[in-house]
């Protein structure tokens, strides 16, 4: 099942922050989350796992909260280079290779 | 860096005509995906395979066919294209041992036209 992201769109001047939501109305084990600029392919960002367990690079920071089943990525002191559109994806179960992703949110930092 | 590669990157075709989109990976990754995406819009996964010998249809119904005879590639096939195939179509594939934890690591895509 698809996961919910919210807002759809945001428009940031630099140096400001944003919050992306991630929600599912399933059991997360995990939740993935990539950004996509314009005419390129999707890149990792970070994975978080149940139990809390983080992985991932760049400024970014996420949370997991396994009993909302929900995830936050946080974006501080915004750049130009973080303008994208950004995908939360979802396994659909415990043993699934299946990873669904959300319909995505669309961020543009101006200067 | 990630050595997943997709040919062709481009591809502008009239109705009917049989496709392939190559997909090859050097990373000895077990897990491979085709998503579909149309400019601006979401990821949709529309094939999958956890290794060799296996593939199964993701949450998209698609007319596409893929096949997995060997580790390091995933193609994917129309038998008769259609404009409504008109798309972007995205590889990617997934290493880890662990189940739900693995990142995926895309292809540049093929742009697939049909006309």
């Known amino acids: 099942q698809q996961p919910v992201q919210s807002p759809q769109a945001v428009i940031l001047r630099e140096g400001e922050d944003a919050v992306i939501n991630c929600s599912s109305s399933?059991?997360?084990?995990?939740v993935h989350w990539y950004r996509q600029k314009h005419g390129e392919a999707p890149v990792f960002l970070m994975i978080l796992l149940k139990g809390g367990e983080q992985k991932g690079h760049e400024k970014i920071s996420a949370s997991f909260n396994e009993k909302k089943q929900q995830s936050s990525l946080y974006l501080t002191a915004s750049q130009l280079s973080y303008s994208g559109t950004y995908f939360c994806g979802t396994y659909s179960g415990a043993g699934s290779y299946q990873l669904t992703f959300g319909k995505g949110t669309k961020l543009s930092v101006i200067p | 860096e990630a050595d997943i590669y997709q040919t062709p990157r481009y591809l502008v075709i009239g109705t009917g005509k049989k496709i392939t989109l190559e997909c090859s990976q050097t990373?000895?990754?077990?897990?491979m995906y085709w998503y579909q995406q149309d400019p601006g819009m979401e990821l949709h996964l529309i094939h999958y395979s956890y290794g060799v010998n296996s593939t199964e249809k993701g949450d998209l119904s698609s007319e596409s066919t893929v096949s997995r005879i060997r580790t390091e590639h995933f193609p994917l096939t129309l038998e008769s294209a259609r404009p409504s195939h008109t798309s972007q179509y995205l590889c990617?594939?997934?290493?880890?041992?662990?189940?739900?934890?693995?990142?995926?690591?895309f292809g540049e895509g093929s742009r697939l036209t049909v006309l």
């Open positions: 990617a594939s997934s290493g880890s041992r662990v189940l739900n934890t693995g990142e995926l690591f």
């Open positions: 990373m000895g990754h077990d897990k």
């Open positions: 399933k059991a997360l084990y995990s």
